[in-house]
């Protein structure tokens, strides 16, 4: 919606441009200090996620150690989310038929969502559900003519994954 903002006709929008692109770094979990836990009902719930108290859904979070100077976090990684323009969102986007529905049409045709890449990260053990809390529960899926979104992100004090339990959602 930017550049309609901007006052760019929406057919030139969806003649010239290819894709959309959205990126922000989130925290890599340490190595050297790597624990294993399990998600709460109340973290899935926050995340959207099915939750089976039979089969509980593992995840890592850093208990804190020198190499990573007791935050349970080293280095970074990337979450992305890449909109391919297909007729269709194009089609959507000339007729002005709103961010929502070429949103629900980018959905359908199979665009993976900055907080999908994310819950994907926590869930392969690389990042944790605190990071995720910060960077990745508001969905950014480019508002449709977003060229690049590049993150700051706030810095905030994180806990260990098993002092969530006790937490209201």
Same mark, same amino acid.
């Not at 010239?16 to 790597?34: M, P």
């Not at 990745?136 to 004090?157: H, N, R, T």
């Given at each position: 919606?930017?550049?309609?903002?901007?006052?760019?006709?929406?057919?030139?929008?969806?003649?010239?441009?290819?894709?959309?692109?959205?990126?922000? =770094?989130?925290?890599?979990?340490?190595?050297?200090?790597?624990?294993?836990?399990?998600?709460?009902?109340?973290?899935?719930?926050?995340?959207?996620?099915?939750?089976?108290?039979?089969?509980?859904?593992?995840?890592?979070?850093?208990?804190?150690?020198?190499?990573?100077?007791?935050?349970?976090?080293?280095?970074?990684?990337?979450?992305?989310?890449?909109?391919?323009?297909?007729?269709?969102?194009?089609?959507?986007?000339?007729?002005?038929?709103?961010?929502?529905?070429?949103?629900?049409?980018?959905?359908?045709?199979?665009?993976?969502?900055?907080?999908?890449?994310?819950?994907?990260?926590?869930?392969?053990?690389?990042?944790?559900?605190?990071?995720?809390?910060?960077?990745?529960?508001?969905?950014?899926?480019?508002?449709? =003519?977003?060229?690049? $979104?590049?993150?700051?992100?706030?810095?905030?004090?994180?806990?260990? $994954?098993?002092?969530?339990?006790?937490?209201?959602?």
């Amino acid at each position: 919606t930017r550049l309609l903002d901007l006052g760019v006709p929406p057919f030139l929008i969806s003649s010239t441009l290819t894709g959309i692109v959205a990126q922000r =770094l989130v925290r890599r979990i340490c190595e050297s200090c790597a624990e294993s836990a399990e998600l709460s009902f109340q973290e899935a719930q926050a995340l959207g996620l099915r939750f089976n108290p039979e089969t509980p859904i593992p995840v890592r979070y850093g208990r804190g150690c020198v190499q990573c100077r007791g935050t349970g976090y080293r280095g970074r990684t990337g979450i992305h989310e890449i909109l391919d323009l297909t007729d269709g969102i194009r089609e959507a986007i000339t007729e002005k038929r709103g961010q929502e529905t070429v949103r629900a049409l980018a959905r359908q045709e199979g665009l993976t969502t900055l907080r999908d890449c994310a819950v994907r990260k926590m869930l392969d053990g690389v990042t944790t559900f605190l990071v995720l809390l910060g960077y990745a529960i508001p969905s950014f899926v480019m508002g449709v =003519l977003l060229m690049v $979104l590049f993150a700051g992100g706030s810095f905030v004090q994180w806990f260990p $994954l098993r002092n969530l339990t006790s937490m209201n959602f």
